[in-house]
């Protein structure tokens, strides 16, 4: 039996699949900004993208863990379907004088606003 826990083990074997998630994007958020693939290799989204994954997979509690290739890509699905339920982040509310914001994902990849959206702070009725 090894002395690495299954966490790390899982970690360690799971490299972050940029494309199949930027894909799973454009099937759930056909409406929203589509990601430019040929600028993607070297941003901060990118870095922020396996950030996201590494987070997931080193989780031991919450709602963003997982342990395989399969349950990450379930697991990022479930999320975006979680943001089209919120009007706020699919651009359904304004305010006056103001452009509704419109969800993409360099935006939902940062740290913070990750966080928010998995604390269900865009949805109408969620604690703030």
């Not at 454009?26 to 993208?49: F, I, Y």
């Given at each position: 039996m090894s002395s690495a826990s299954p966490t790390t083990t899982a970690a360690a074997k799971v490299d972050c699949p940029h494309a199949e998630l930027i894909g799973i994007w454009?099937?759930?958020?056909?409406?929203?900004?589509?990601?430019?693939?040929?600028?993607?290799?070297?941003?901060?989204?990118?870095?922020?993208?396996r950030n996201r994954w590494r987070e997931g997979l080193a989780a031991r509690?919450?709602?963003?863990?997982?342990?395989?290739?399969?349950?990450?890509?379930?697991?990022?699905?479930?999320?975006?379907?979680?943001?089209?339920?919120?009007?706020f982040l699919m651009g359904k509310t304004s305010q006056a004088g103001r452009q509704p914001f419109r969800l993409d994902l360099h935006w939902l990849l940062k740290r913070d606003n990750f966080d928010k959206v998995l604390n269900n702070r865009y949805h109408q009725g969620a604690a703030a």
């Open positions: 454009h099937k759930v958020m056909p409406e929203l900004a589509t990601v430019q693939l040929a600028r993607w290799p070297g941003s901060k989204s990118e870095a922020n993208l509690t919450g709602w963003w863990r997982f342990e395989t290739h399969e349950q990450g890509l379930a697991k990022f699905t479930e999320l975006l379907e979680t943001c089209r339920d919120s009007e």
